[in-house]
């Protein structure tokens, strides 16, 4: 039986896969840079955005003369409502941490383990392979 030459297309694979992979080690710090301070961006546009307007709101009341207070019952209703967003933003948050967390760790996992998913592949690969090869041979 005569031996068939040795197909090399596998390189042109390999040689993409690394460019690939260089590529994204080279740019996805910067993405996540840029997008960690467009978010701060965001969050002190924010802040000053609504800090600016309750300056000019209390502005607006004292000299327009406008100025009457808030029952307390709505004072309270407003002081709850606060506090429970806020609460409920701080659960948001550790739940949201959690997840990624346990993302972070499945995928930990994954790659802690891949050299052993790598050989059982293989292992299953030869196996089904002696199977076709040995029908071949009838």
Known sequence: MSEKPENNDFELFENINKKYFLELEQNVPHIQQTLFDLQNEYYKLWKNYMTSQLSLQKEFFKKSEFNYPFPDVSKDIIRNMSDETIKFRSILHKLTIANI???KN?????????????????KIMENWISIFKNEQDY
Do not use: G, I, P, V
């Open 101 to 103: 967390e346990q993302t």
């Open 106 to 122: 499945y995928a930990k996992t994954l790659n802690d383990n891949s050299e052993t998913f790598f050989d059982l592949n293989k």
